[in-house]
């Protein structure tokens, strides 16, 4: 059983950053991809981005795109979302998600049915 457990939340103004922190236990990090989706009020749960198993390879939605930086530390066992330039529209509950580590494809998955595993969310808040 994978279990992860984020941290790094809170509240922040517009073009300030805040990192969030996905840890896991060492037996599974080097098999899993993660990734981070985001619920904001009344929306669907969303890809923000995420970071592969294999060669740390990492995918980003348009919305972040150069202004989040995915990133693994394997001493840690953690996955990290630099997120810089916040914008009000960032305002959401992220959630961590891992897939199964039976599951090897170096493919970052973009919808919440390819992965197996989440986190219980931290709440983002970005006020203009």
């Known amino acids: 059983q994978v279990q992860l457990v984020e941290s790094g939340g809170g509240s922040a103004r517009a073009g300030d950053s805040l990192r969030l922190s996905c840890s896991t236990s060492r037996r599974f990090f080097s098999m899993i991809t993660i990734s981070w989706f985001r619920e904001g009020a009344g929306k669907d749960r969303e890809f923000v981005a995420g970071?592969?198993?294999?060669?740390?390879?990492?995918a980003y939605a348009d919305s972040v795109k150069g202004r989040f930086t995915i990133s693994r530390d394997t001493s840690m066992s953690t996955v990290y979302l630099q997120m810089n330039s916040l914008d009000p529209e960032d305002t959401a509950v992220y959630l961590c998600?891992?897939?199964?580590?039976?599951?090897?494809?170096?493919?970052?998955?973009?919808?919440?049915?390819?992965?197996?595993?989440w986190g219980q969310g931290t709440q983002v808040t970005v006020s203009s």
């Open positions: 998600a891992a897939t199964s580590p039976l599951n090897r494809t170096p493919v970052i998955g973009r919808t919440q049915a390819e992965y197996n595993y």
């Open positions: 970071i592969s198993w294999r060669k740390g390879g990492d």
